[in-house]
């Protein structure tokens, strides 16, 4: 638990830069704004979740940062390093709201997936899949196949995956998003766990303001049409956080005002 806060106050300036991003889209219905002059700056080992109505820009933004995407304009830059570089390096983990797990495959092999892939690509020090399917809870799951799996329990797999190469930055796009509620609420604590005993920085997309307040140090607000920033909104509540602080004024105090603020996005 001293981690958690170790974690928290281990904040370093500027791991995630933006500056006037903007990205476009050729559609059938012209030219699509996605992301309009995004700014932001996101400390080293941060927690910041993106909120905003649907088609803001979330996902966008994420790939952007794991080189999926390359802006029509701006600059981002990554621990001082461009996108492209720090994938190169491995250091960008991305878990999306489908587990996308190799079905032929067990569990510990999809784990190691991203060890097999690309050998040579200049790859940073790894974990043992072992250890980290320890340390999403699945130890003694190693030899199962994902259909014999829950979709929590997938998503877990999918996290030990990109924790695998150690990555400096976690991209989570609705991770949780298709669960039950008592099965995210698990997970969203583990989650914090996991950070807590990584490190890593995580960029995590939802669209549930309590899981945002829950798990963040800040809520970057998007508004739409196009993607803007609306609002950083810090959450200054302490870390270790467990799932009775959602009972806590404070805690509804946050979530008022993030709703407030995405009903005027
Ligand atoms: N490959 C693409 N081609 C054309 N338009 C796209 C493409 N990807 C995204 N868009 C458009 O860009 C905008 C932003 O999409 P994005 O998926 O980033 O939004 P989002 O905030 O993640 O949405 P949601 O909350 O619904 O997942 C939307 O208008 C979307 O239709």
Redo the contacts with the bound molecule.
């Keep these: 638990m001293d981690t958690m806060n170790k974690t928290a106050s281990r904040t370093g300036e500027g791991a995630l830069s933006l500056g006037e991003v903007t ?1 476009r ?3 059938d219905r012209g030219l ?4 309009q002059d995004v700014s932001v700056e996101l400390p080293e080992h941060g927690f910041t979740s ?1 909120l ?12 952007v940062v794991a080189d999926l995407l390359e802006p029509a304009a701006g600059a981002v830059s990554v621990f001082g390093a461009t996108p492209r570089e720090v994938r190169r390096r491995r250091e960008i983990g991305f878990v999306f709201q489908d587990a996308a797990l190799l079905p032929w495959q067990s569990v510990i092999d999809n784990v190691r997936l991203p060890l097999r892939v690309g050998k040579s690509a200049g790859r940073g020090p790894a974990e043992s899949p072992e250890e980290m399917l320890e340390l999403v809870g699945l130890k003694g799951r190693e030899r199962a196949y994902p259909h014999e799996l829950s979709g929590g329990m997938r998503q877990r797999v999918a996290i030990a995956r990109a924790l695998v190469c150690r990555p400096r930055v976690l991209l989570m ?2 991770p949780f998003g298709a669960l039950d509620e008592i099965t995210r609420d698990r997970l969203n604590e583990e989650l914090l766990n996991i950070w807590a005993a990584t490190g890593t920085t995580v960029l995590f ?1 939802t ?1 549930s303001i309590p899981e945002a307040v829950f798990l963040s140090q800040r809520v970057l607000v ?1 508004s ?4 803007r920033v609306r609002e950083l909104v810090e959450i200054d509540l302490p870390y270790p956080r467990d799932l009775e602080l959602r009972d806590r004024p404070e805690f509804t105090a946050l979530t008022s005002r993030l709703r407030r603020l995405l009903e005027t996005c």
């Design positions: 990205v889209f050729e559609s699509v704004t996605a992301l993106l905003g109505p649907s088609g803001c820009g979330k996902s966008t933004l994420l790939r796009d609705e997309v669209h998007l739409s049409h196009p993607g």
